[in-house]
């Protein structure tokens, strides 16, 4: 079992800035890959961005490139998704994820923290 909690959500204002964490524990939290999903009110969830173990491989949803950036810190079990350049259009619900393997299909993710609502305000 891998336990995850995220925290950094909040409201903020058009063209702000926020870092999300998720924090692992658990057994051998530190070998997953890490994703971060997000979920608007009447949407489905959607991909946002992923890690690899090591952090070597990265992947990105077309509208968080160039904008968020996803970092990890097996030390601390940590990932992180810094948020630049927000919009109202990324209000949402926004969910860290592990995967065994590194991918951006939600359906392959294994554990979920409970998520944590960012609110931009135009």
């Known amino acids: 079992q891998v336990q995850l909690v995220e925290s950094g959500g909040g409201l903020v204002q058009v063209g702000g800035s926020l870092r999300l964490s998720c924090a692992a524990s658990?057994?051998?939290?530190?070998?997953?890959?890490m994703g971060w999903f997000r979920q608007a009110p009447g949407k489905e969830r959607e991909f946002v961005a992923t890690?690899?173990?090591?952090?070597?491989?990265?992947y990105y949803a077309d509208f968080a490139r160039g904008r968020f950036t996803i970092s990890r810190d097996n030390a601390k079990n940590t990932v992180y998704l810094q948020m630049n350049s927000l919009t109202p259009e990324d209000t949402a619900v926004y969910y860290c994820?592990?995967?065994?393997?590194?991918?951006?299909?939600?359906?392959?993710?294994?554990?979920w923290g409970q998520g944590t609502q960012v609110t931009v305000s135009s």
């Open positions: 890690i690899n173990r090591s952090g070597g491989s990265i």
């Open positions: 994820a592990a995967t065994g393997i590194l991918t951006v299909r939600k359906g392959e993710y294994n554990y």
């Open positions: 658990g057994r051998t939290s530190g070998t997953y890959a």
